[in-house]
């Protein structure tokens, strides 16, 4: 039986004229991929106000990884907000927390002893990861990577690639932050091996421009999100983890949307070999509430001075308890499990698109988080935003909800809910490849 149903034309009356007075009442700038307004959610569906059911792929932007509304998750919220909503963990802690920390320090990578402390979104995680390792190191240099995204605080906004949306007309970017080559394939120009060329312009960089001993932290994500799911070669992390050990850098792996099950494991970092100093997380954790940390070694964890990192809300206790649901389901086994399936299908349906379709010109991903790069030539590789647009349309207008990233806008990036079933999953897909077919 299918699970798409569509009621009206895509978005309905009643999602037009919400969104007439979202554009009266709501600033500019926060941007919708989908014009239409939720109703409700469950499992791998989404609801809207006019009574359509849609596949969701894109789990809120990777949060909820478990599917809407998964009932664990929605109980134990239920069962902790008639106990207490808040007390502040600076004032009056509570057991939740701690335990949402130690379940971390036990899943991040890692043969040390680990710390965790929380916050409340991926950007205040990736500002508390740089606090942190400033203040281990007393250095001040971070570096960064092309085509990186983490977040829209100063800092987090300072260290993210792109400038059109995420930087332009917010005035002066935090300074000592570098930012070199990141080893993306498709695009490398040149046919060599792009670990050695990549690895080797960041050791030049590092050293002319900067000099290891003044390096405080190098910051990168496992697999690029925005960036157009942009896999970091396992060869390339390797060499930085050598590395930084050997200049004291710490290492800090932004595994904010490739954590929880994203890539078919808890943390991605598990698929490396090696094992960051930090790792920042969020999105996943909270399986649909707001929760976010840093997890990492415990030396370096406890530079800060009491008082010297916190928040009002960090860890609150609706979402701790949504987290310590979600830690019960990945160690459940099903999610992981499920993880492989979708690993197998995507992997499978999206190599069969490099023969069906021209304008894919690369599909790449880890585990379940996999993605389509579309361009207008397979030679000159010229991206296709365009069509990346288009095509997220045509699919929603179909009940499809997919969203698209990458540098130049021309990547298709499935998200799907890891508690997904295989016909679902397939009639999804249905959809984005009716999509491609026409459009391309
Ligand atoms: C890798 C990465 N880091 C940081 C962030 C920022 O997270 P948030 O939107 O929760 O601030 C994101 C969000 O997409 C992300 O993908």
Same mark, same amino acid.
């Given at each position: 039986?299918?699970? #798409?149903?569509?009621?009206?034309?895509?978005?309905?009356?009643?999602?037009?004229?919400?969104?007439?007075?979202?554009?009266?009442?709501?600033?500019?700038?926060?941007?919708?991929?989908?014009?239409?307004?939720?109703?409700?959610?469950?499992?791998?569906?989404?609801?809207?106000?006019?009574?359509?059911?849609?596949?969701?792929?894109?789990?809120?932007?990777?949060?909820?990884?478990?599917?809407?509304?998964?009932?664990?998750?929605?109980?134990?919220?239920?069962?902790?907000?008639?106990?207490? /909503?808040?007390?502040?963990?600076?004032? &009056?802690?509570?057991?939740?927390?701690?335990?949402?920390?130690?379940?971390?320090?036990?899943?991040?990578?890692?043969?040390?002893?680990?710390?965790?402390? /929380?916050?409340?979104?991926?950007?205040?995680? &990736?500002?508390?990861?740089?606090? #942190?390792?400033?203040?281990?190191?007393?250095?001040?240099?971070?570096?960064?990577? =092309?085509?990186?995204?983490?977040?829209?605080?100063?800092?987090?906004?300072?260290?993210?690639?792109?400038? @059109?949306?995420?930087?332009?007309?917010?005035?002066? /970017?935090?300074?000592?932050?570098?930012?070199?080559?990141?080893?993306?394939?498709?695009?490398?120009?040149?046919?060599? =091996?792009?670990?050695?060329?990549?690895?080797?312009?960041?050791?030049?960089?590092?050293?002319?421009?900067?000099?290891?001993?003044?390096?405080?932290?190098?910051?990168?994500?496992?697999?690029?999100?925005?960036?157009?799911?942009?896999?970091?070669?396992?060869?390339?992390?390797?060499? /930085?983890? =050598?590395?930084?050990?050997?200049?004291?850098?710490?290492? #800090?792996?932004?595994?904010?949307?490739?954590?929880?099950?994203?890539?078919?494991?808890?943390?991605?970092?598990?698929?490396?070999?090696?094992?960051?100093?930090?790792?920042?997380?969020? @999105?996943?954790?909270?399986?649909?509430?707001?929760?976010?940390?840093?997890?990492?070694?415990?030396?370096?964890?406890?530079?800060?001075?009491?008082?010297?990192?916190?928040?009002?809300?960090? !860890?609150?206790?609706?979402?701790?308890?949504?987290?310590?649901?979600?830690?019960?389901?990945?160690?459940?086994?099903?999610?992981?499990?499920?993880?492989?399936?979708?690993?197998?299908?995507?992997?499978?349906?999206?190599?069969?698109?490099?023969?069906?379709?021209?304008?894919? !010109?690369?599909?790449? !991903?880890?585990?379940?988080?996999?993605?389509?790069?579309?361009?207008? =030539?397979?030679?000159?590789?010229?991206?296709?935003?365009?069509?990346?647009?288009?095509?997220?349309?045509?699919?929603?207008?179909? !009940?499809? #909800?997919?969203?698209?990233?990458?540098?130049?806008?021309?990547?298709?990036?499935?998200?799907?809910?890891?508690?997904?079933?295989?016909?679902?999953?397939?009639?999804?897909?249905?959809?984005?490849?009716?999509?491609?077919?026409?459009?391309?």
């Amino acid at each position: 039986m299918k699970t #798409i149903s569509l009621k009206t034309s895509v978005p309905g009356p009643k999602g037009q004229k919400l969104m007439e007075e979202r554009r009266r009442y709501v600033a500019r700038g926060p941007f919708h991929s989908t014009p239409i307004f939720a109703a409700r959610a469950n499992g791998s569906t989404l609801e809207d106000v006019d009574g359509n059911k849609f596949l969701d792929f894109s789990c809120g932007i990777g949060v909820t990884n478990l599917g809407h509304c998964n009932p664990d998750i929605v109980n134990a919220v239920k069962e902790q907000a008639d106990q207490f /909503l808040h007390t502040s963990f600076n004032i &009056v802690p509570y057991a939740s927390y701690v335990e949402v920390c130690k379940l971390l320090t036990e899943h991040a990578p890692g043969n040390y002893d680990k710390k965790a402390f /929380l916050v409340n979104s991926g950007a205040e995680a &990736v500002e508390n990861a740089i606090k #942190i390792a400033r203040a281990h190191t007393k250095r001040n240099a971070i570096v960064c990577f =092309d085509h990186a995204y983490h977040g829209r605080t100063y800092m987090a906004m300072t260290l993210t690639s792109k400038t @059109k949306p995420y930087k332009y007309g917010f005035g002066s /970017l935090n300074s000592d932050v570098y930012r070199y080559a990141f080893p993306y394939e498709y695009r490398w120009p040149t046919e060599g =091996d792009v670990s050695e060329e990549c690895f080797k312009i960041f050791v030049d960089s590092v050293t002319s421009q900067i000099s290891p001993d003044a390096v405080a932290a190098v910051i990168l994500e496992p697999v690029q999100g925005e960036g157009g799911f942009v896999v970091t070669p396992k060869k390339f992390m390797q060499k /930085l983890r =050598d590395f930084c050990t050997s200049h004291g850098i710490v290492l #800090i792996a932004d595994e904010v949307q490739t954590g929880f099950g994203r890539t078919g494991k808890v943390f991605a970092m598990e698929h490396y070999g090696v094992a960051a100093d930090l790792i920042t997380t969020a @999105k996943g954790l909270g399986g649909g509430l707001p929760i976010a940390g840093v997890v990492g070694k415990a030396e370096i964890m406890d530079a800060p001075m009491d008082g010297g990192i916190g928040g009002t809300f960090g !860890g609150n206790p609706l979402s701790c308890a949504a987290a310590l649901a979600v830690f019960k389901q990945m160690r459940g086994g099903f999610v992981l499990k499920n993880a492989e399936m979708i690993t197998s299908v995507l992997e499978k349906t999206l190599d069969s698109y490099k023969d069906k379709f021209s304008c894919v !010109g690369d599909v790449r !991903g880890l585990g379940p988080m996999r993605a389509i790069e579309l361009v207008k =030539d397979r030679k000159s590789k010229e991206p296709n935003k365009e069509l990346a647009g288009a095509i997220t349309k045509e699919c929603y207008q179909n !009940g499809l #909800i997919v969203l698209s990233a990458g540098t130049y806008g021309n990547v298709l990036r499935l998200l799907v809910p890891l508690t997904i079933s295989k016909e679902e999953l397939e009639e999804g897909m249905g959809v984005l490849e009716q999509a491609i077919k026409k459009l391309s």
